[in-house]
């Protein structure tokens, strides 16, 4: 029979990587994924290439839990390319049995000196829109959906075939790494809500396509992980000690002063095991399901308070300037 195998993209950094790590655990052959192959180092944090990185993940994974590890290199924005890493994974092992897409890339552009220009509703460039679109739209939404129309296929074609041979059906799954990003609004992250936001119209297609084959198909929606992604800088500076905060670190503050009902941002790991539990869940079909520590949850309410305070200060203000 054989280990099942699991394909995770973008399993050469952050989430995915934790996510590979845990299926490998449970017994799980894997494809480690990697995108960049070519650069020698990642330039926000001079990292390996995802290449070199996802080699050392598949060979630590062989060594630490006795599984088949394999890694894969594809470039998800490219059409074959999605096609082709399914096709590859699906020679090497014979099956697959979960397949995870988590490749993923917020929207920014750099400037010719390599500086991150942040978007601006009103304020963006005909030029700087379209570049930031097609960058998340072609890996979070075309290449996931890619990912999943293959992904499927194989799955419905072994779901036939255990029909045909007159024995049960194994249960397959496909889950997506989406985000709250696709309805917390947030007026710099336009285009990557909008890009994420569509995936969420592709897992109910899908669950219907696989229901009948006893493949689940669902979204995991990860609030503010602690990742390389968000290790950039924030433009916050610690008056303390003069550094500027990451990312994740103006997250992981907001966090304490009560933004979300869990008093601490994620970390990979944390996504990993909801991700594992979620692929194993055979009744539960096209759910978007929020691992966040509870920042949806709040939607202003824990904050009352605050909010309250200051819409009185906003109205006495506007008082004020009225009888002056
Ligand atoms: N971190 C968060 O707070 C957070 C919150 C919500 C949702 N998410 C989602 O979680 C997923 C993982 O994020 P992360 O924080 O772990 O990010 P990360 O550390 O930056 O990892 C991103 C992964 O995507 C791969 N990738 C990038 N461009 C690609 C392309 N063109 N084709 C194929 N793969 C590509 C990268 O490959 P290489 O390294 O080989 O280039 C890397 O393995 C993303 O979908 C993200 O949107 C993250």
Request: net charge negative; aromatic share 6%; proline share 5%.
């Amino acid at each position: 029979m054989g280990n099942p195998v699991s394909l995770v993209s973008g399993s050469s950094s952050g989430i995915g990587t934790a996510i590979v790590e845990a299926f490998a655990a449970s017994g799980y052959d894997v494809v480690v994924h990697y995108n960049s192959g070519s650069d020698p180092s990642d330039p926000r944090t001079h990292r390996k290439s995802g290449q070199e990185r996802a080699e050392d993940i598949a060979s630590r994974l062989r060594e630490q839990y006795q599984v088949q590890a394999l890694s894969l290199g594809a470039d998800l924005s490219q059409p074959e390319d999605a096609f082709s890493l399914v096709d590859r994974a699906h020679e090497h092992f014979g099956r697959l049995d979960t397949v995870v897409s988590n490749s993923g890339v917020t929207n920014y552009v750099r400037d010719k000196d390599g500086q991150v220009v942040r978007y601006r509703f009103t304020e963006t460039p005909i030029d700087h829109l379209q570049q930031e679109m097609d960058r998340v739209l072609s890996v979070n939404l075309m290449g996931a959906y890619r990912l999943c129309q293959r992904s499927l296929k194989y799955m419905i074609e072994a779901a036939e075939s255990e029909r045909q041979a007159g024995i049960e059906v194994a249960h397959r799954s496909f889950l997506f790494i989406a985000t709250v990003s696709d309805v917390a609004p947030d007026s710099t992250r336009i285009p990557y809500g909008v890009s994420k936001a569509g995936l969420n119209h592709v897992v109910l297609g899908a669950a219907f396509e696989g229901g009948q084959h006893n493949i689940t198909v669902n979204a995991l929606r990860p609030g503010v992980v602690e990742t390389p992604l968000t290790s950039r800088p924030s433009g916050l500076v610690d008056p303390l000690t003069n550094q500027e905060y990451s990312v994740a670190e103006t997250y992981g503050l907001m966090a304490e002063g009560g933004s979300q009902a869990l008093p601490r941002i994620g970390q990979p790991e944390d996504i990993a095991g909801a991700a594992l539990a979620f692929t194993r869940i055979p009744y539960m079909t096209g759910q978007l399901i929020a691992v966040d520590g509870g920042f949806t949850l709040v939607n202003g309410f824990p904050n009352r308070e605050l909010f309250l305070q200051e819409g009185m200060r906003r109205r006495a203000a506007s008082h004020n300037e009225t009888n002056e």
